[in-house]
Nanobody, 115 residues
Framework: QVQLVESGGGLVQAGGSLRLSCAASGSIFSINTMGWYRQAPGKQRELVAAITSGGSTNYADSVKGRFTISRDNAKNTVYLQMNSLKPEDTAVYYC?????????WGQGTQVTVSS
């Protein structure tokens, strides 16, 4: 059974920074993609950033230059460093793991950016 445990959300003022972490546990194939999605009230869940086990990254246009995704393969952990946060970044952030044909989600962590 694969589990994803997120941490690091919270309340921050506009222009501030937060770092999210997500640790995956269980039987995980070494070749996989980990990432972060977010969902704001009344909106669809959207991809924020993703990183493969080989280190290739993909970012939403809205966060390019402000957010950085990274991972520690030995710890099966993915990080999202969020800088220059804006009120429109306010959402529940979900960790995601894609392994072959399987997809796993974390429980979500709230990020609130005040203006």
């Amino acid at each position: 059974q694969v589990q994803l445990v997120e941490s690091g959300g919270g309340l921050v003022q506009a222009g501030g920074s937060l770092r999210l972490s997500c640790a995956a546990s269980g039987s995980i194939f070494s070749i996989n993609t980990m990432g972060w999605y977010r969902q704001a009230p009344g909106k669809q869940r959207e991809l924020v950033a993703a990183i493969t086990s080989g280190g290739s990254t993909n970012y939403a246009d809205s966060v390019k230059g402000r957010f950085t995704i990274s991972r520690d393969n030995a710890k099966n952990t993915v990080y999202l460093q969020m800088n220059s946060l804006k009120p429109e970044d306010t959402a529940v952030y979900y960790c995601h793991l894609h392994v072959v044909i399987h997809s796993y989600w974390g429980q979500g962590t709230q990020v609130t950016v005040s203006s």
